[in-house]
């Protein structure tokens, strides 16, 4: 065969070989097969079809708040004279892992929140809520959302019902599907204020806007409208910038293509499973948190509990339930450090803690991969928790102190 | 145009047949073009930075290579020229300040922003290029043909913005563009480009982000003993496989139009000795810091100990500087600088009073972790935000010790993965070699090896580089 054949014939072959990887998913298939050899529970416990409305749920989950709160002002606004109570915590807000012996889902799953929810509109027709969680949201994230949100009177709160979960002081930055957020001037120009407070939080909203920067430059770029060579380097105001765009469009009409940003979640997906069955290092593995991350988690929640104050908003503070099985403190030391946090923000916030973490039994439980999941619970678990919630803290009577204060 | 983007990519399938397609004789002329369009790329405006500089630096060789009593002159003012490039563009924070207080002084109080100087990428090599083209010219090592010549070996697109550094007398030859189309090169080319694109954004983009988190300032005061190694470790990856990925994209692209750059990373972390480590390390900017400024400065001396050292120093501290004004760099190159002289000493020492150590396995593997520690300590300043954020994280790495760890439990696994493949890379590498040894034995296999084993493999790699793909990662020495 001639040379340059040879060389096409190579060039053919890898772009072929690529398209059956992009068609197969190699780690996909090996994730299952690791599944299969471990013996995990069936797909169908983790709910895919669980209750959702867009008017009561920040339904993206994090991944799209901007137009999910759009249809939240629209309803509050066309609700003006409820009382207004906002759910914010983390995936255990919007996710049913169903428990050994529970049946398969015939309908959607309802959580602990939408059940109180409901409970609440049977008590008073007058009263709305909102459930604004996300999968591993950082508490910097939370005073993000808050401080968006307070600032908008359709959006703002009477009271609000915070989870504090010992998981949630382990992450920390914010997400890049909230920088949106920050087309409203008003919330950039107090992101900004805050970035310079030098907070202990003050790196992650630096860092936060430094990508919508770059994001929003990208964007000017892409679409044209640059204003000519920028006087420090930017990578995203280069013809090259303006090309990749062009390339990169024209490659992602391909559908086979496009799978490309699935083969990233295969391929984390099988060094995650490598980790929990070869390493045994589980997202339940107990762990001491220290450092900047619980650094910056306390100063937000303290920063938190000033805000809702300040704006004469109802806190009300609740510690997550945990699955028994699992203890996420490597030491006592770790669960008592916690714990005097906890009951030092809520005795600054006014008012009890409400401890639910012992609140819902071993069995009803979900399980991970390998393991019983320290987060999520099954369908009675959850009808547990939204009674235990509903009978403690006293949120019929928002209504009361919502005081006209918006 | 990153390297690794996909527009560079889809490029390459054009202008790669295209070149073979062509005369020899219209080869040179179209990568000349090719490497403009590469740069114009960034920013037609930085076309001006290389073009002058070419001019001034061709203008000064002829005059040079006429001899005669103006000759050093005309050398000693292209050298200044060539120097004032790198001065003017990349110490903009040195001579900045001074200038605006004059300015100042004359009540003109003019927006920072309005004369700031956008920097053209890789001013840094391509000076040091034309240096030690001037240099040759000097020694007659090489004749100032034609501009175009000069201009192609400064402009040639794959060591354009990050090198390799390359003298004028390696790559000149090479730009006559008479080769045969060689497939075995080819394929070598071919490799280096998908392992670099695999090692920029499967292994130094994603260890690049961690660490950028833990060197968080107001957050990096938390981080303890293990936190703070485990981020020099991390960086010092990081730094190496996103410069390393370029070396081996520029060294495979320029394979893949018959070209052969020089290597520039020879497996650094496997030093046995801090000398060894900067024949692993940057391997051409050594090359050309021992060539144009360590020997010239130490034949003068002799090589009497005490001159040596402080040469060392000194010429350390402009490596340092080499990568900009900041004095973490300075201070990188200095403790490097001390490493070396610590070492010296050692040698010296050792040939004299102890020659009996030169085989001892105990110094042997004293000198490989004694580099190893040394070495990583040194990112420290490298990388930190500034001097209290340096001091203190040496502190806590060498005596304040902390435990506990504080950063995403990912981190430490993924530094700890990384560094498993850095320390079996080299034996990968052989392996690789003798199983394509094996392969090339009888035509079935060498068959299965072209068609299909090598194709698996670049199409895995470019699943790799799809599914981690970041658009609009930077190279770090992108900056340099």
Not at chain 2, 242 to 270: C, R, T, W
Request: charged share 15%.
């Amino acid at each position: 065969m001639r040379k340059p054949v040879q060389a096409a014939a190579v060039l053919a072959s890898t772009l072929l070989l690529l398209s059956l990887y992009l068609f197969v998913h190699p780690f996909l298939r090996l994730s299952d097969g690791l599944d299969a050899l471990y013996g995990v529970p069936p797909k169908w416990t983790q709910v895919d079809d669980v209750y959702r409305n867009p008017n009561t749920q920040e339904v993206t989950h994090g991944d799209n708040p901007v137009p999910s709160l759009k249809v939240l002002a629209k309803y509050w606004g066309a609700h003006a004279d409820a009382t207004r109570i906002l759910f914010v915590g983390n995936s255990q807000m919007h996710t049913v892992s169903l428990a050994k012996g529970e049946a398969k889902p015939t309908g959607p799953e309802k959580t602990y929140v939408d059940l109180i929810a409901e409970r609440l509109a049977l008590q008073s027709a007058n009263t709305v809520t909102y459930r604004l969680s996300s999968s591993g949201m950082s508490y910097p994230e939370v005073l993000w959302d808050l401080i968006y949100m307070m600032n908008r009177p359709e959006l703002k709160p009477d009271a609000i019902v915070m989870q504090l979960n010992y998981q949630a002081f382990w992450t920390g930055g914010i997400r890049d599907s909230i920088l949106a957020l920050l087309d409203d001037e008003q919330f950039h120009a107090q992101v900004a204020n805050a970035a310079r407070a030098n907070k202990p939080y003050s790196a992650a909203f630096q860092d936060a806007l430094q990508r919508y920067d770059e994001r929003k430059s990208a964007q000017r770029a892409a679409s044209g409208s640059g204003n000519g060579p920028a006087s420090t380097f930017s990578a995203s105001a280069t013809p090259g910038y303006a090309i990749e765009t062009v390339a990169r469009k024209g490659l992602d009409h391909d559908a086979e293509f496009r799978k490309r940003a699935l083969a990233k979640d295969d391929i984390v997906n099988f060094l995650y499973r490598c980790r929990l069955y070869f390493l045994r290092l589980k997202p339940s593995t107990a762990r001491s948190v220290t450092g900047g991350r619980l650094v910056a988690a306390h100063a937000s929640v303290i920063d938190i509990v000033k805000l809702c104050h300040t704006e004469k908003v109802q806190l009300f503070l609740f510690s997550a339930p945990v699955n028994p099985l699992v203890s996420l403190y490597r030491t006592p030391g770790d669960h008592a450090g916690y714990q005097d946090f906890i009951e030092q923000v809520a005795s600054e916030n006014g008012g009890p803690l409400y401890d639910f973490e012992d609140t819902i039994d071993a069995s009803h439980w979900g399980n991970l991969l390998n393991g019983p999941d320290p987060l999520h619970m099954g369908r009675t678990a959850h009808v547990l928790m939204a009674e235990e919630m509903y009978n403690k803290i006293p949120l019929e009577h928002v209504a009361d102190h919502a005081g006209g204060h918006r | 145009m990153q390297f690794n983007s996909y527009s560079y990519l889809i490029l390459l399938m054009v202008v790669v047949p295209i070149f073979w397609l062509l005369p020899s004789n219209l080869r040179r002329w179209y990568v000349l073009g090719i490497s403009i369009l590469f740069y114009a790329s960034w920013s037609p405006v930085f076309l001006l930075a290389p073009l002058a500089l070419c001019a001034g630096v061709f203008l000064a060789a002829v005059r040079i290579s006429r001899g005669g009593a103006r000759e050093g002159h005309w050398f000693r003012g292209a050298l200044l020229y060539a120097l004032s490039f790198l001065v003017f563009f990349r110490y903009q924070a040195l001579w900045w300040p001074a200038m605006s207080a004059v300015l100042h002084g004359f009540s003109h109080s003019p927006a920072h922003t309005a004369l700031q100087i956008a920097v053209p990428l890789g001013i840094s090599f391509y000076s040091f290029e034309a240096i030690s083209y001037l240099v040759d010219i000097r020694q007659r090592r090489v004749q100032p043909t034609r501009f175009s010549d000069l201009f192609l070996f400064v402009m040639f697109w794959p060591h354009l913005i990050a090198g390799p550094i390359v003298r004028f007398r390696e790559l000149a030859p090479q730009f006559a563009f008479k080769k045969q189309f060689d497939m075995a090169l080819m394929m070598r080319g071919l490799d280096r480009l998908i392992l670099g694109i695999v090692q920029k954004n499967l292994i130094a983009d994603p260890v690049g982000s961690w660490v950028d988190e833990g060197f968080v300032t107001q957050l990096a005061q938390a981080n303890t003993t293990i936190d703070n190694w485990f981020l020099a470790i991390g960086f010092g990856l990081q730094i190496y496989f996103d410069f390393a990925s370029y070396s081996n994209m520029a060294i495979g692209v320029a394979q893949l139009i018959g070209i052969q750059l020089p290597e520039n990373f020879k497996f650094p972390y496997h030093a046995s000795t801090p000398a060894d480590f900067w024949q692993r390390w940057h391997m051409t900017l050594s090359r050309w810091i021992r060539d144009y400024l360590f020997f010239p400065i130490n034949v003068r001396f002799q090589a009497a100990p005490l001159p040596l050292y402080c040469s060392l120093l000194g010429v350390m501290a402009l490596v340092g500087l080499w990568h900009g004004a900041g004095y973490g760099f300075v201070l990188w190159g200095v403790l490097h600088g001390c490493y070396l002289v610590i070492y010296r000493i050692y040698e010296n020492a050792q040939k004299k009073h102890w020659p009996g150590l030169e085989h001892s396995r105990v110094m042997s593997g004293f000198w490989k972790v004694f580099t190893l520690i040394t070495v990583i300590a040194a990112w420290v300043p490298f990388r930190a935000n500034g001097y209290t954020q340096a001091t203190s994280m040496l502190k806590s790495m060498f005596g304040h010790l902390t435990f506990g760890v504080t950063l995403p439990l990912n981190f430490y696994l993924v530094v700890l993965l990384v560094s498993a493949y850095t320390v079996v890379e080299p034996y990968l590498d052989k392996l690789f070699t003798k199983t394509d040894g094996w392969m090339a034995q009888t035509a079935a296999r060498a068959s299965m090896q072209m068609y299909l084993l090598r194709p698996a493999l670049y199409a895995f790699g470019l699943l790799l580089f799809l599914a981690f793909d970041e658009r609009n990662t930077q190279f770090i020495y992108f900056q340099f």
